[in-house]
Nanobody
Framework: QVQLVESGGGLTQAGGSLRLSCAAS????????MGWFRQAPGKEREFVAAISWSGSRTYYADSVKGRFTVSIDNAKNTVYLQMNSLKPEDTAVYYC????????????????WGQGTQVTVSS
């Protein structure tokens, strides 16, 4: 079955960096796009970034543009989210997700989800 497994979360100070990884398995993902979402306590899950499986197209939420970079290693079936200049408001559980078709920001349109990894940014 399809599995998306995130790793790389942790605790860092404001201004620091973290890199999240999402290892995908269980099917061929060439027709899929990979997204990153996050959910803070008491808030709705929100879109962070997405990338086509080829890596040719990326899309970012305005709140992370210029600070976060999404990338993909097709040989490893792994998607990355490099997060720089982290702010306390970036604190959330970060989820990897897969969606067949084009890049889109809506969480309900994604078919597969990982279990999430906690990112905590202290001030």
């Amino acid at each position: 079955q399809v599995q998306l497994v995130e790793s790389g979360g942790g605790l860092t100070q404001a201004g620091g960096s973290l890199r999240l990884s999402c290892a995908a398995s269980g099917r061929t993902f060439s027709a899929y796009v990979m997204g990153w979402f996050r959910q803070a306590p008491g808030k709705e899950r929100e879109f962070v970034a997405a990338i086509s499986w080829s890596g040719s197209r990326t899309y970012y939420a305005d709140s992370v543009k210029g600070r976060f970079t999404v990338s993909i290693d097709n040989a490893k079936n792994t998607v990355y989210l490099q997060m720089n200049s982290l702010k306390p408001e970036d604190t959330a559980v970060y989820y990897c997700a897969a969606r067949r078709g084009t890049i889109y920001y809506s969480a309900p349109t994604y078919d597969y989800w990982g279990q999430g990894t906690q990112v905590t940014v202290s001030s």
